[in-house]
């Protein structure tokens, strides 16, 4: 059983407040890449959706002159190191296995290279999978963080994902449980 789901995430003011900035559909769709994902990278799927889910929530807003600036974005911010601050505190607060919420963050942190010195990192199975899942949604300019989505049709969206994540993470633990004993 989970202690925390996706639902309990998305519905958190915190996560609502930076979704909010950083897109709700974006977010939504990276979470159901990952699902996908989760299992061709032998992830858990629960660990996997939620950290796709909260994978942008540092996002920092850079504006010039009262518009957008995707270049003084680029330049200049460091969102994943903040928004794997903020998923740590907020799934820590909302019960959330430590264990859990350090691997979920650190996934957040190196889901992009965009901050880091050097780019050749070896990631861990789940920090692949966020990666991947959020590159599948990106668009060119950052126009990912602008499609548009009501709030009742994601909210739908992330229960139906929490629905998901029920029916298969038992028989995804199960499967690993099985490959454990056999080596």
Same mark, same amino acid.
């Given at each position: 059983? !989970?202690?925390? /789901?996706?639902?309990?995430?998305?519905? @958190?003011?915190?996560? %609502?407040?930076?979704?909010?900035?950083?897109?709700?559909?974006?977010?939504?769709?990276?979470?159901?890449?990952?699902? @996908? $994902?989760?299992?061709?990278?032998?992830?858990?799927?629960?660990?996997?959706?939620?950290?796709? +889910?909260?994978?942008?929530?540092?996002?920092?807003?850079?504006? !010039? %002159?009262?518009?957008?600036?995707?270049?003084?974005? !680029?330049?200049? *911010?460091?969102?994943?190191?903040? &928004?794997?601050?903020?998923? @740590? =505190?907020?799934?820590?607060?909302? &019960?959330?296995?430590?264990?859990?919420? =350090?691997?979920?963050?650190?996934?957040? $942190?190196?889901?992009?290279?965009?901050? +880091?010195?050097?780019?050749?990192?070896? !990631?861990?199975? $789940?920090? #692949?999978?966020? =990666?991947?899942? *959020?590159?599948?949604?990106?668009?060119? &300019? &950052?126009?990912? @963080?602008?499609? %548009?989505? *009501?709030?009742? /049709?994601? +909210?739908? #969206?992330?229960?139906?994902?929490?629905? +998901?994540?029920?029916?298969?993470?038992?028989?995804?633990?199960?499967?690993?449980? /099985?490959?454990? =004993?056999?080596?």
């Amino acid at each position: 059983m !989970r202690e925390v /789901t996706l639902t309990d995430l998305f519905l @958190h003011p915190i996560t %609502q407040k930076f979704l909010q900035r950083s897109g709700v559909a974006h977010a939504l769709e990276v979470a159901n890449h990952a699902f @996908h $994902l989760a299992f061709k990278y032998n992830v858990s799927v629960d660990l996997a959706t939620k950290a796709a +889910l909260l994978h942008d929530i540092g996002h920092y807003e850079w504006y !010039r %002159q009262g518009k957008w600036d995707y270049e003084l974005y !680029r330049e200049n *911010d460091i969102h994943a190191i903040k &928004g794997a601050e903020r998923a @740590h =505190k907020l799934l820590i607060r909302l &019960g959330e296995n430590p264990q859990n919420a =350090k691997q979920i963050s650190v996934a957040i $942190l190196l889901h992009t290279d965009s901050y +880091l010195p050097e780019s050749d990192i070896k !990631r861990s199975p $789940l920090q #692949k999978v966020v =990666k991947l899942a *959020d590159e599948m949604d990106e668009e060119q &300019g &950052g126009n990912h @963080h602008y499609k %548009q989505i *009501d709030q009742i /049709t994601a +909210l739908k #969206k992330i229960q139906k994902l929490d629905q +998901l994540v029920d029916q298969y993470l038992p028989k995804q633990q199960l499967h690993l449980n /099985t490959q454990e =004993k056999t080596i």
